[in-house]
Nanobody
Framework: QLQLVESGGGLVQAGGSLSLSCAASGGTFSTKGMGWFRQAPGKEREITACISRRDGITYYADSVKGRFTISRDNAKNMVYLQMNNLKPEDTAVYYC????????????????WGPGTQVTVSS
């Protein structure tokens, strides 16, 4: 059973940067497409970025395109989300997730989830 744990959240001022990490264990990480989702209070969980399991093909939501970068290291069982030029509307709990598909956008396609890490961006 694949287990995921996020780290790196915190409080940052608008325009600042944060780097999130997700450590995977207990499964075959390299066979999973990986995604970063976020959920703000009163809103649905939404994808920010995902990366395919082998070719490293990436997808970004329009709201984060040009500001966020997803990457993965299959040798270390890690996936990362570099977030630059953060805005108050980026405030949310950020979740790392794994899918048995090469890549996917809808959260329902993801079978494995971390507990989440809070990101707060002050104006």
């Amino acid at each position: 059973q694949l287990q995921l744990v996020e780290s790196g959240g915190g409080l940052v001022q608008a325009g600042g940067s944060l780097s999130l990490s997700c450590a995977a264990s207990g499964g075959t990480f390299s066979t999973k497409g990986m995604g970063w989702f976020r959920q703000a209070p009163g809103k649905e969980r939404e994808i920010t970025a995902c990366i395919s399991r082998r070719d490293g093909i990436t997808y970004y939501a329009d709201s984060v395109k040009g500001r966020f970068t997803i990457s993965r290291d299959n040798a270390k069982n890690m996936v990362y989300l570099q977030m630059n030029n953060l805005k108050p509307e980026d405030t949310a709990v950020y979740y790392c997730a794994a899918t048995n598909y090469d890549s996917a956008i809808p959260p329902d396609y993801y079978a494995y989830w971390g507990p989440g890490t809070q990101v707060t961006v002050s104006s």
